[in-house]
């Protein structure tokens, strides 16, 4: 990139603004910044919204997760690094000629990386939030992917999917409602409320995830979700009312817990 020589921010200069702005990896984001801009204007206002609380991949317009590059729109939900430990544990239980579902799929970052892992697989998404849905179509439509706007399974295509499904991956919003203001302002802010409120207690659109579940998947199927430590006794007491065989993984390097649910054969 070739930047005009009257630019005004200079590396150390965009460093130390955003060092006064609370960007606790101010270098690495100034990294990020530089080599995404197009020119010294675009740079500008890159710096410019990331200042004013901008979550950084929505200023870059990509993140990386599980080594892709994933495209994120505005307002659409940032695809956190813990949930990569979701994805590897879907890579280690599905065939590799396998029909995945990505609900409350966001920018479709979670079917995407387990559709690259994979021989073969038939991906569909769905998300209720149509901001999430254009971005989700831009992400998988290179994997042959099929994003549906719609209130969970009501948009896919049920005689085509049900009972079929190897890995249903949920990243149901899980943060219980009177804890959204205690949110980061660039998650409360800056992502879909319906991203994030999972209702009184974090659980109510899981519930009505694993409520459906079984019907979906196929035999020796699994339905993979992330939930917090707290949460995760009562999500496995939901799991296991459905009909499926609970268990719980966890990882202390990526402070993430997910709770897999297995239909029997």
Known sequence: ?????????????????????????????ADLLLSTARDSAHLSAMVDRRIAGL????????????????????????????????????????????VVVDLCC?????????????????????????????????????????VYEGDLYAPLPAATLRGR??????????????EIELLPPEARIHEARVALDGGADGLDVLRRVTAEAARWLAPGGHLLFETSERQAPQAVETVARDGLVPRVVTSDELYATVVIGTRGR
């Open 55 to 98: 979550p950084l991949e929505h200023v870059l317009g990509w993140a990386e997760f599980c080594g892709r590059c994933i495209t994120v729109d505005p307002g659409v939900f940032v695809p956190r690094r813990r949930t990569e430990f979701l994805v590897q544990q879907a890579v280690a239980l599905a065939p590799q000629q396998a």
């Open 165 to 178: 499904v190897d890995v249903l991956l949920a990243n149901v919003p899980y943060v219980p409602t009177e």
């Open 106 to 146: 966001g920018s479709g970052a979670l079917g995407a990386a387990l559709a690259a892992s994979l021989e073969r697989v038939e991906l569909y998404a769905a998300d209720v939030d149509p901001a999430a849905v254009r971005c989700a179509r831009r992400n998988v439509s290179a994997l042959g992917g099929q």
């Open 1 to 29: 990139m070739s930047l005009s020589p009257s630019l005004s921010l200079a590396p150390s200069a965009i460093v130390t603004r955003l060092r006064a702005a609370g960007c606790v990896f101010a270098e690495d984001e």
